[in-house]
């Protein structure tokens, strides 16, 4: 049972660059987060789906975009890398319905954009 | 502007004391807080939780205390162990939405 999974661990861009960062879940859960932690501001909440097919924005949506893919992935894409978005992603999951503490995360992607 | 403070990012406690981290909220409308604990290259992961109907809340050796008039929550560990060194990072929602509100974390180390 892998819980939350996120590709990559650690990826460089150059200014401008495109990437996609992916996570998937095995645990059927409906609802799937996106966060990104900063040095002195915590985890902040960029995009969120309820259920598949549903997103939200989050605390700090500009500059990004999301996809639920199907249930199990959510992926968030970065169209236009700039360095304020260097940071730790993480993916969570959670059974929508169920208490806050079933809120399960990944192990994160370290982003660097030069 | 940050909702949710941790204004200690550091902690350093002897093995078998109490480690007491601090939060602080401004947002009135929260009632549903929790506690976290993440460990280098992982996600943070549950440690325990509690409704603004409560005032403390037990796990073991974690207490977690909540001060509603000064939107004040901490969480007590006794007895510290060394596996306990980890950044701790408080949290809050209105409900059990979809919309949590993290501190900045407190790295706690427990010195054997």
């Known amino acids: 049972n892998a819980g939350v999974t996120q590709t990559p661990k650690f990826q460089v861009l150059k200014t401008g660059q495109s990437m996609t960062l992916q996570c998937a879940q095995d645990?059927?859960?409906?609802?799937m987060y996106w966060y990104r932690q900063d040095p002195g501001m915590g985890l902040r909440l960029i995009y969120y789906?309820?259920?598949?097919?549903?997103?939200d924005k989050g605390e700090v949506p500009n500059g990004y975009n999301v996809s639920r893919l199907n249930k199990r992935e959510f992926s968030l894409r970065l169209e236009s890398a700039a360095p304020s978005q260097t940071s730790v992603y993480f993916c969570a999951s959670r059974e929508t319905g169920r208490s806050v503490e079933t809120q399960y995360f990944g192990p994160g992607t370290r982003l660097l954009v030069l | 502007d940050q909702q949710v403070k941790q204004n200690s990012p550091s902690l350093s406690v002897q093995e078998g004391r109490i480690s007491i981290l601090n939060c602080d909220y401004t947002n009135s409308m929260f009632d549903y807080f929790l506690w976290y604990k993440k460990y280098p290259a992982e996600g943070p992961t549950f440690l325990i939780s509690?409704?603004?109907?409560?005032d403390k809340n037990e796990d073991g050796r974690f207490t977690v205390f909540l001060n509603k008039s000064a939107k004040h929550l901490s969480l007590h560990i006794v007895p510290s162990q060394p596996g306990d060194s980890a950044v701790y990072f408080c949290a809050a929602s209105v409900g059990t939405g979809n919309q949590f509100y993290f501190g900045t974390g407190t790295s706690l180390t427990v010195i054997p």
């Open positions: 509690i409704s603004s109907i409560k």
């Open positions: 645990m059927n859960h409906n609802s």
């Open positions: 789906s309820a259920s598949e097919g549903t997103t």
